[in-house]
T-cell receptor, first 111, second 113 residues
């Protein structure tokens, strides 16, 4: 079983819709979770971090964490074509100063 | 504010040639430093990470090596490049701890011919 799993997509949504990106992880005691956005040919950019169960909102982005279900999600409201990118989920490995990344979900927002 | 630099931005090297990629961080002290590789269409592969000067953890046995000669400098090297070494090399830093938000540099795109 992969440590961090994401659907590779592409996830296609129309402009203005809500995009929902999902991630599951295998380490039950993980404490820290991150979402990165990566445009084609560019380096990943940290957009959200979440450490506690529940929701965390930042502008149009909401991260949701459910540790019991080992599930992290990212909601993007009012999706824009500029949101089209690959979104990477990452989990801090317990006891180590390193992250494990999922392979990413490609999001396509059509005008 | 913190800034992370990588150079060169692009590199084309023949098989069997040496490699040296450099990463430096400004605006912070004693950062954790990381080297990742991303092959075309693939995920991020952690190659090395360092929590202090001279402390290097290797994640994948291969023909690459890393060094941290100064607190905010991280170098990725190879004595002889292979075709499979082609990819997008990313350096990242974090302040460590339980939160450990990592921030990436602009990357070096390496093509081995």
């Amino acid at each position: 079983q992969k440590e961090v799993e994401q659907n590779s997509g592409p996830l296609s949504v129309p402009e203005g819709a809500i995009a929902s990106l999902n991630c599951t992880y295998s380490d039950r005691v993980s404490q820290s979770f991150f979402w990165y956005r990566q445009y084609s040919g560019k380096s990943p950019e940290l957009i959200m971090s979440i450490y506690s169960n529940g929701d965390k909102e930042d502008g149009r982005f909401t991260a949701q964490l459910n540790k019991a279900s080992q599930y992290v999600s990212l909601l993007i409201r009012d999706s824009q074509p500029s949101d089209s990118a690959t979104y990477l989920c990452a989990v801090l490995v317990t006891g180590f100063q390193k992250l494990v990344f999922g392979t990413g979900t490609r999001l396509l927002v059509s005008p | 504010s913190q800034t992370i630099h990588q150079w060169p931005a692009t590199l084309v090297q023949p098989v069997g040639s040496p490699l040296s990629l450099e990463c430096t961080v400004e605006g912070t002290s004693n950062p954790n430093l990381y080297w990742y590789r991303q092959a075309a269409g693939r995920g991020l592969q952690l190659l090395f990470y360092s929590v202090g000067i001279g402390q290097i953890s290797s994640e994948v046995p291969q023909n690459l090596s890393a060094s941290r000669p100064q607190d905010r400098q991280f170098i990725l090297s190879s004595k002889k490049l292979l075709l499979s070494d082609s990819g997008f090399y990313l350096c990242a830093w974090s302040s460590g701890g339980v939160y450990n938000e990592q921030f990436f540099g602009p990357g070096t795109r390496l093509t081995v011919l």
